[in-house]
């Protein structure tokens, strides 16, 4: 089952991960929400991480310090 967030106007989106590779060759992992299930869809918030609302109301995935 993968992780959903309801925003405060009632709209889902799944958190999903994905390796991209940088113009100098290392690798970066980056976290983004979609409204729908994709490959790459997570089952849990990354540890070291948590998820808050931005004003326009879209999903947003904060490192904690």
Avoid at 24 to 49: H, M, R, S
Wanted: proline content about 3%; aromatic content about 10%; charged content about 20%.
């Amino acid at each position: 089952m993968a992780f959903t967030f309801t925003n405060s106007r009632g709209s889902t989106y799944v958190l999903h991960q994905r390796n991209t590779t940088l113009k100098n060759g290392n690798t970066q992992t980056i976290y983004f929400f979609a409204k729908d299930a994709k490959e790459g869809a997570l089952d849990a918030v990354p540890a070291g991480y948590s998820v808050s609302e931005s004003k326009n109301g879209l999903p947003v995935l904060k490192r904690l310090s």
